[in-house]
């Protein structure tokens, strides 16, 4: 079942768009099992459930991917082996993810949190905010972290629509900051089990999926 869904989904994917297998409340089998059909790029959004998987699961060589929202306090208990951090949300936490990457000897990619979504939430950098940050420049001087790109949410609709539209949004953020901050920022993580055709037609080159592929979440 696991094997199948990540077998459909990767068969329906372009070139240069790579699935996340988001493995958060599923337990260390189910991952093993996704390892075993192929699967590397696992996602998590707790911290301390990350770091019992990576230890239960030291014996793969899965790529952890974080995408929940990150306190900065919890930020020391990944920043030795997170190969990409989806869910830079504010300066602060941008600013404790050098100082951990630093101490840890490594670069940690970051992506920019985008809020498009309609819903109220804290998390996030508004389009304004985003380029208000970029501006000061401050990221210019952390040496262990490199901002890789941009990921959003859409709203939790069934809008479709509205869902494109939300994704529009990001990719044309995308494209200004490659254009006008990073010119190598390659990635826009963008698609869940229940939208990520349409964010593929808008341009994603990384979905994030759980449900489709894992089932309910179990705890
Ligand atoms: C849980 C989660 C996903 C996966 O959602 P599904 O609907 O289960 O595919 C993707 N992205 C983020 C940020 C999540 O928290």
């Not at 698609?191 to 979440?217: N, V």
């Amino acid at each position: 079942m696991i094997a199948e869904e990540i077998h459909n989904i990767t068969q329906a994917l372009p070139a240069g768009v790579r699935l996340v297998a988001v493995s958060k409340y599923h337990p260390a089998d189910a991952i093993r099992e996704a390892y075993a059909a192929g699967q590397r790029l696992f996602g998590e959004s707790h911290a301390q459930e990350l770091q019992r998987k990576h230890q239960e699961l030291a014996d793969l060589q899965p790529e952890w991917h974080f995408i929940g929202h990150l306190q900065t306090n919890k930020v020391k208990y990944i920043a030795p082996y997170v190969h990409l951090i989806h869910s830079m949300d504010s300066p602060h936490l941008l600013a404790e993810i050098n100082k951990q990457a630093l101490k840890a000897g490594r670069i940690i990619p970051c992506l920019l949190q985008l809020h498009v979504a309609e819903e109220e939430t804290k998390f996030g950098f508004t389009t304004d905010e985003a380029l208000a940050y970029l501006d000061s420049g401050e990221w210019q001087q952390f040496k262990g972290v490199s901002i890789a790109g941009v990921m959003a949410m859409a709203s939790n609709t069934d809008d479709t629509r509205r869902i494109r539209e939300d994704f529009h949004r990001a990719r044309l953020f995308f494209e200004q900051l490659r254009r006008d901050y990073l010119p190598d920022a390659a990635e826009l993580s963008m698609g869940m089990s229940g939208d990520w055709h349409i964010a593929i037609d808008e341009g994603s080159t990384l979905i994030r999926i759980g449900t489709q592929i894992f089932g309910e979440r179990q705890y």
